[in-house]
């Protein structure tokens, strides 16, 4: 009797876990159903249809939206990532020194500050630049997603060091290689997983921010987040689903080349 | 001649030096774009408003006064600012009740997904990572087509003959509700199964060999040792509910204002710059509370169990 008893059951729980499944999923995939919908109402079924994915690829608006956002995503996430990197190597594998943990919580603190506050902050110091300097290009908005994007990319580098073997690494100065050519040969090659999924998931989080990009963009500098929280304000037409629908894609993919990558085993 | 001693110390300090330079491009990256800026705000915050927006450089509280109070305009008493108000306690209340319905919908979850087969987790996790890393405001548009009148939800209450009419959730509290708690649960189930799975199992089996009811091994002993893992889910949830700045939008439809519209109104229609800074600070201040407070009381729970 007594080995039959389940330990690890709990009343309910299951039950629960599969509703939280279900509803995580269930508007997601009524979402991408109605980018097929024929009808021009959002409301009705009205038969299979690509056309809008079809308007959406001739709305220039859209187009240029949605290369703005590759734009600073593809800036910001390679930045975020070397700089992360140099702070990872500076922050792991080391007895604590003055100024770690300073360190770490400053590289962390973008993550503690509610993204309004911060909006508003960069609004107004970079609206004090733009009058100084009298540039309004996008590099204010890669330089807010770069900023926040480094704790992001931090996350997976550090956890990849931190797990690292060291005695690679003495081995190689032991045979007389140069800390530089330690690093190329022996670091670098090890640690290249974690650097791919710190700079997927710097991108993932730069395509998807609303809220500082609404503050910090000049005119005509609308990400693809953005235009389409302006179209949603006034009123929704499939076309939204479509894209939602081929953003939604291209997350899955980035997701999940992120996951195998991060959960390899060496 | 310089003593080994000292060789090792100049070497350390040289070790030093080279993180320092190593650290700084993302320090300084992170102290013009993000955290600089923030004392910026803090300043903004006691000065006078300017005719188009921005400022005018003179010392002024009333930003401050504002933000909870009214001055009549002729008598120039101050009275309690109803609406901001209303805004405040609205946020901090539906922030509170997502991370409680987060916290009860994601406990189980994390449970369920830390107890499956090592093989099968990894699909559960996966399944977890996708909504966790997709768009909110498409998860958000999402949970507006499901729940407005035409939606899912009518449509199928009205088909089984349970309602006559649609049941409007679109464009109040409730909705905002919804939506917040739909795109920030995966942030609450992750880190509790961070913890969860490390979680052994031998203790639970040892609390049933000492007659242990299923409530009493959740209670004292599965509950306590995630502790951690809640603890980060509940502030991972309850920041960005706290500052939710898409959901009050799209699903309140801006009747609704939760506070960082409120702010948002400031910089733009309002052209009160101090004020939209001074409630900046504000939100800022309840996060740092909420912190505090939960880092306190993970210190004491830890100092009782440890």
Known sequence: MARSFAIKHQPGFTAIAATCFVVLYLPIVVLVAYAFNAATSTSEWGGFSLKWFQSAWQNSQVIDATLRSFQIGAVAAILATIFATMAALATTRTAPYRGLTFKYAAINQPLMVPEIVTGVALLIFFSRIKIFTGYSGLGYLIAAHTAFCIPFAYLPIRARLENMDLTLERAAADLYATPWQTFRRITLPLLWPGILAGLMLAFVISLDDVVITEFVKSGGQDTLPTYMLGQIRRGITPEINAISTVFLLLSVVIVTLFFFISRKRD | ?306
């Open chain 2, 1 to 306: 001649m310089a003593s080994a001693e000292e060789v090792a110390r100049e070497a350390e300090r040289r070790d030093i030096r080279t993180r320092w330079l190593l650290s700084a491009p993302a320090l300084l990256v992170i102290f013009f774009a993000a955290t600089g800026p923030l004392l910026i705000v803090l300043v903004y915050s006691f000065l006078t408003p300017g005719p188009y927006g921005d400022v005018k450089w003179q010392f002024s509280p009333e930003a401050w006064i504002s933000v909870f109070m009214e001055r009549d305009i002729f008598d120039d008493t101050l009275s309690l600012a109803a609406a901001h108000v209303t805004i405040f306690w609205r946020s901090i209340k539906l922030a509170i009740i997502t991370t409680i319905a987060t916290l009860a919908l994601g406990f189980p979850t994390a449970y369920f997904m830390a107890t499956r087969s090592e093989k099968t987790r990894d699909l559960w996790l996966f399944l977890i990572t996708i909504p966790f890393w997709t768009n909110l405001l498409i998860r958000t548009f999402a949970v507006l087509q499901i729940i407005r009148n035409e939606g899912l939800i009518n449509t199928v209450l009205l088909k089984l003959g349970i309602i006559s009419a649609p049941i409007q959730i679109l464009f109040t509290d409730t909705a905002i509700l919804i939506g917040m708690a739909y795109v920030y649960l995966p942030l609450m189930v992750l880190p509790i199964y961070a913890s969860m799975e490390k979680l052994d199992f031998r203790l639970v089996e040892a609390g049933y060999d000492l007659y242990a009811t299923r409530f009493q091994v959740l209670r004292r002993i599965i509950f306590p040792l995630v502790k951690p893992g809640v603890i980060a889910g509940s502030i991972l949830v309850f920041i960005p509910a706290l500052g939710a700045y898409v959901t009050p939008i799209v699903l309140g439809g801006g009747k609704n204002m939760m506070l960082s519209n409120l702010i948002e109104l400031q910089f733009g229609q309002g052209r009160n710059w101090p004020l939209g800074s001074a409630l900046s600070i504000a939100v800022m201040v309840i996060v740092m509370v909420a912190l505090l407070a939960y880092v306190r009381n993970a210190g004491r729970s830890e100092v009782r169990h440890g």
